[in-house]
């Protein structure tokens, strides 16, 4: 009985664990997309909506069935309620990416509005926390959730001085307008992705420790 428990498990973690390696792509694919005007690409991400759709109602019915059929322990139980979170928040990415891949399908029909340099700057540092977060939840490292946690205060500073200099262009010019605030919606996306990293990051922390540091400033996380 354990051991099928055990593998059970496993394969969940397996799920959620290929789930995060795709909406990671996700979220790279739709910056590489704005990056090279490859609108293709930034097709591709919206299709690869539904399978994320697909995994999500696959890895919630699994901890369903084993909570209702078997006795987790009290690990085992904090392991199932982190991995029903962890995977609303990696759809929720999913959603996050597939809007950043729908804005660059318009501004890929108008010229180049600025140097994007700041949003894949910003995409890069998403997909670290993401990446992080995942690997958090594997290795049970609460002191990398932790990092993953702090590291979205340097996401929210790339957000505000876009913000700023995107206001600037649209104040400047009428024509400027609609470019400006679908880059604005992409990095916009950036940060609501970080904000879902950081969701997982404490999901692994109470997972790992018991411990719920939702709404806690950092040093009543790190204790």
Same mark, same amino acid.
């Given at each position: 009985?354990?051991?099928?428990?055990?593998?059970?498990?496993?394969?969940?973690?397996?799920?959620?664990?290929?789930?995060?390696?795709?909406?990671?792509?996700?979220?790279?694919? /739709?910056?590489? /997309?704005?990056?090279?005007?490859?609108?293709?690409?930034?097709?591709?991400?919206?299709?690869?909506?539904?399978?994320?759709?697909?995994?999500?109602?696959?890895?919630?019915?699994? +901890?369903?069935?084993?909570?209702?059929?078997?006795?987790?322990? /009290?690990?085992?139980?904090?392991?199932?309620? /982190?991995?029903?979170?962890?995977?609303?928040?990696?759809?929720?990415?999913?959603?996050?990416?597939?809007?950043?891949?729908?804005?660059?399908?318009?501004?890929?029909?108008? $010229?180049?509005?600025? $140097?994007?340099?700041?949003?894949?700057?910003?995409?890069?540092?998403?997909?670290?926390?993401?990446?992080?977060?995942?690997?958090?939840?594997?290795?049970?490292?609460?002191?990398?959730?932790?990092?993953? +946690?702090?590291?979205?205060?340097?996401?929210?500073?790339?957000?505000?001085?876009?913000? +700023?200099?995107?206001?600037?262009?649209?104040?400047?010019?009428?024509?400027?307008?609609?470019?400006?605030?679908?880059?604005?919606?992409?990095?916009?996306?950036?940060?609501?992705?970080?904000?879902?990293?950081?969701?997982?990051?404490?999901?692994?922390?109470?997972?790992?420790?018991?411990?719920?540091?939702?709404?806690?400033?950092?040093?009543?996380?790190?204790?």
């Amino acid at each position: 009985m354990e051991r099928h428990l055990d593998y059970d498990l496993d394969r969940i973690r397996q799920s959620l664990l290929r789930m995060g390696g795709l909406v990671e792509k996700m979220v790279a694919d /739709a910056t590489q /997309a704005l990056v090279d005007r490859d609108t293709p690409l930034a097709r591709a991400v919206v299709d690869r909506d539904h399978e994320i759709d697909l995994l999500e109602i696959e890895i919630d019915e699994d +901890c369903h069935s084993i909570l209702s059929r078997k006795q987790p322990t /009290a690990v085992d139980l904090r392991f199932l309620v /982190a991995v029903m979170k962890i995977n609303s928040d990696l759809e929720r990415i999913g959603d996050s990416a597939v809007n950043i891949a729908q804005s660059v399908e318009k501004l890929n029909e108008e $010229p180049v509005l600025k $140097p994007y340099v700041d949003i894949p700057h910003q995409s890069q540092l998403v997909q670290a926390m993401v990446r992080q977060s995942l690997d958090a939840f594997v290795r049970r490292d609460d002191r990398l959730a932790i990092d993953v +946690c702090r590291g979205d205060d340097e996401v929210d500073g790339v957000y505000r001085k876009l913000f +700023c200099e995107l206001l600037g262009y649209m104040t400047e010019d009428r024509e400027k307008v609609t470019r400006a605030l679908h880059l604005l919606l992409i990095s916009r996306n950036l940060e609501r992705i970080a904000d879902h990293s950081t969701n997982i990051a404490e999901d692994v922390i109470y997972y790992v420790s018991g411990r719920d540091v939702r709404h806690q400033t950092d040093q009543a996380a790190t204790g």
